[in-house]
């Protein structure tokens, strides 16, 4: 199992400029994370689905957020426009759907906005 | 809300030494607790977890203790070795619905 894929590694872009994070869960998964960390923040949950369904978006920092799963196998989170604030790595993680609910991190997107 | 407070944020030893890192939570529903490693630049990986049937569990030099009623959980690093140098999170089950909470990270730095 190539386990959770990411893409892409790292992404410079500038301020105002739209980015697509992408994220491939591992086959048989049910249950697909978006993470952003910062050193200030730590590790911070942003959205979850569990079969495609979005269940939790509160940590969703603003509107220039949107998370969508169209299917079981692919994932994207946007920012538009980007802000310098948004610089962190952002990470993709998978589970079962059903317990226990072991997660499994991708190698994670670095982003810096510039 | 809930919340999982950790302690301590940064820990040297000496290799050989242990370490142990204690996390503490404040809602009773959780039933699942683990531990992530993450080396520098690396992904969070699993290393153990616990879940609430048990109050202890071990895996090499590894070992994680629960109690739930006193609503704390450790982790134990025994005869440290300069790799066991990463940042650790302990995370515990959001009420039941599947996702995890974070502590905020523990730096553990091994000098040889």
């Known amino acids: 199992d190539a386990g959770v894929i990411q893409s892409p590694r790292h992404e410079v872009t500038e301020m105002g400029q739209e980015v697509t994070l992408r994220c491939k869960p591992i086959s048989g998964h049910n249950s697909l994370f978006w993470y952003r960390q910062t050193m200030m923040r730590g590790l911070e949950l942003l959205i979850y689905f569990n079969n495609n369904v979005p269940i939790d978006d509160s940590g969703m920092p603003e509107d220039r957020f949107s998370a969508k799963m169209p299917n079981a196998s692919f994932s994207t989170l946007k920012i538009q426009p980007s802000e310098p604030r948004d610089s962190a790595v952002y990470f993709c993680?998978?589970?079962?759907?059903?317990?226990?609910?072991?997660?499994?991190f991708g190698p994670g997107t670095r982003l810096t906005v510039t | 809300g809930e919340n999982v407070e950790q302690h301590p944020s940064t820990l040297s030893v000496q290799e050989g030494d242990s370490a142990v890192i204690k996390c503490t939570y404040s809602?009773?529903?959780?039933?699942?607790f683990p531990w992530y490693k993450q080396e520098l630049g690396k992904r969070p990986q699993l290393i153990i977890d616990?879940?609430?049937?048990?109050g202890e569990k071990k895996d090499q030099r590894i070992a994680v203790t629960l109690n739930k009623t006193a609503k704390h959980f450790s982790l134990h690093i025994t005869e440290t070795q300069p790799e066991d140098s990463a940042v650790y999170f302990c995370?515990?089950?959001?009420?039941?619905?599947?996702?995890?909470?974070f502590g905020k990270g523990t730096k553990l730095s091994v000098k040889p």
């Open positions: 809602d009773s529903a959780s039933n699942y």
């Open positions: 616990i879940r609430s049937n048990v």
């Open positions: 995370a515990k089950e959001r009420g039941s619905q599947g996702n995890l909470i």
């Open positions: 993680a998978s589970s079962p759907l059903r317990g226990p609910y072991e997660q499994y």
